[in-house]
């Protein structure tokens, strides 16, 4: 019998590739989510536009699946109140990790956003950006505050990949070749080359020369 947990993740990776999705494309990749990315409280995608100015950070849609009611208001409250700056910082492309993890050294800017969300003491975040600074970010509020263990993050992190890999194919496919970002100056408009031998990074362009970007890689 196939584990719940794994059906879940393979749903999941199949809904994230599925080219047929239109519109409900986010909706249905949050209800296969939510069984493992989700801890009781839901989880939401957030449709946003990050720039390379600080500062520079737009959520444009909120989509839950059975979090809290009012979890979708409280996000764009959030947005309209904290520093942009602060927001920014925090949503920068990363492997998977929670908003405790990623304001470590800022425990009040942590406060400062969570304490819009009563029901929950952390939040779990998994993010997919283009060059051009479009992305999508799945959102899980958690009822505790959290440290992901080595096997869950690099459980996450494999589904990420996934989810990252779709929805940047989803886009890329939308856009015709001219609208794109500019040459990345990579084989096949790639941003980051890596050595089959060793897996190490040996050249990159645009966001995947951020830091925490080389780490998920």
């Given at each position: 019998?196939?584990?719940?947990?794994?059906?879940?993740?393979?749903?999941?990776?199949?809904?994230?590739?599925?080219?047929?999705?239109?519109s409900?494309?986010?909706?249905?990749?949050?209800?296969?989510?939510?069984?493992?990315?989700?801890?009781?409280?839901?989880?939401?995608?957030?449709?946003?536009?990050?720039?390379?100015e600080?500062?520079?950070?737009?959520?444009?849609r909120?989509?839950?699946e059975?979090c809290?009611?009012?979890?979708?208001?409280?996000?764009?409250?959030?947005?309209?109140?904290v520093?942009?700056?602060?927001?920014?910082?925090?949503s920068?492309?990363?492997?998977?990790?929670?908003?405790?993890?990623?304001?470590?050294?800022?425990p009040?800017?942590?406060?400062?956003?969570?304490?819009r969300?009563?029901?929950?003491?952390?939040?779990?975040?998994?993010?997919?950006?283009?060059?051009?600074?479009?992305?999508?970010?799945?959102?899980?509020?958690?009822?505790?505050?959290?440290?992901?263990?080595?096997?869950?993050?690099?459980?996450l992190?494999?589904?990420?990949?996934?989810?990252?890999?779709?929805s940047?194919?989803?886009?890329?496919?939308?856009?015709?070749?001219?609208?794109?970002?500019?040459?990345?100056r990579?084989?096949?408009?790639?941003?980051?080359?890596?050595?089959?031998?060793?897996?190490?990074m040996t050249d990159?362009?645009?966001?995947?020369?951020?830091?925490?970007?080389i780490?998920?890689?």
């Open positions: 019998m196939v584990d719940p947990e794994v059906a879940a993740t393979i749903d999941f990776t199949e809904t994230a590739y599925n080219l047929g999705l239109k409900e494309w986010l909706s249905e990749l949050l209800k296969a989510g939510n069984p493992f990315i989700g801890r009781g409280l839901g989880v939401a995608g957030l449709t946003c536009k990050r720039g390379a600080r500062g520079d950070f737009v959520i444009e909120v989509e839950a059975s809290p009611e009012g979890f979708a208001r409280s996000v764009m409250r959030a947005q309209r109140e520093p942009r700056e602060f927001l920014w910082r925090v920068r492309p990363s492997y998977p990790r929670t908003l405790s993890e990623a304001t470590r050294g800022d009040e800017g942590f406060q400062d956003v969570m304490r969300f009563p029901y929950a003491e952390d939040g779990l975040g998994i993010s997919s950006f283009d060059p051009d600074g479009h992305g999508v970010y799945l959102v899980a509020p958690l009822r505790k505050r959290t440290s992901l263990c080595r096997h869950e993050r690099e459980r992190q494999m589904t990420a990949a996934h989810f990252q890999a779709g940047r194919l989803r886009r890329a496919l939308r856009q015709p070749s001219e609208d794109r970002a500019e040459d990345t990579l084989p096949h408009q790639a941003e980051a080359v890596l050595d089959p031998r060793n897996f190490r990159a362009a645009g966001a995947a020369q951020d830091c925490d970007s780490e998920g890689i």
